[in-house]
């Protein structure tokens, strides 16, 4: 038995494919012969799309968080050492007028 070719299909292909079969201007078999691939697939793709299509909004809602979180953790930080280099600046010009 010989073995056929398999293609790995990139995730934006999936997902066109998905959309399309979501839209259902198309039946899985037109859209098996368009995008040359068998109809079962497209059918997994299009659960896989409606059943995860939460987390999709899910995972941007928290990246917006994340992002704001390490921009103050980098404020925070900028923020210290200047605070730092004040107060070791101040402490030398302190230091010289008590000297006179």
């Known amino acids: 038995m010989a073995k056929g070719n398999r293609k790995n299909h990139g995730s934006a292909f999936k997902a066109k494919v998905a959309l399309e079969a979501i839209k259902e201007q198309h039946t899985l078999s037109e859209l ?4 040359q691939i068998h109809r079962n697939q497209i059918a997994l793709w299009k659960k896989q799309l409606l059943d995860r299509a939460e987390e999709i909004f899910a995972k941007e ?7 704001g979180v390490k921009d103050l953790h980098a404020k925070i930080g900028r ?3 200047e605070n730092d280099f004040l107060s070791v600046a ?8 008590a000297k006179r």
């Open 32 to 35: 098996a012969d368009r995008f």
């Open 61 to 67: 809602k928290a990246g917006e968080s994340d992002s």
């Open 79 to 81: 923020l210290t050492m």
């Open 90 to 97: 101040l402490g030398r010009i302190a230091d010289t007028s």
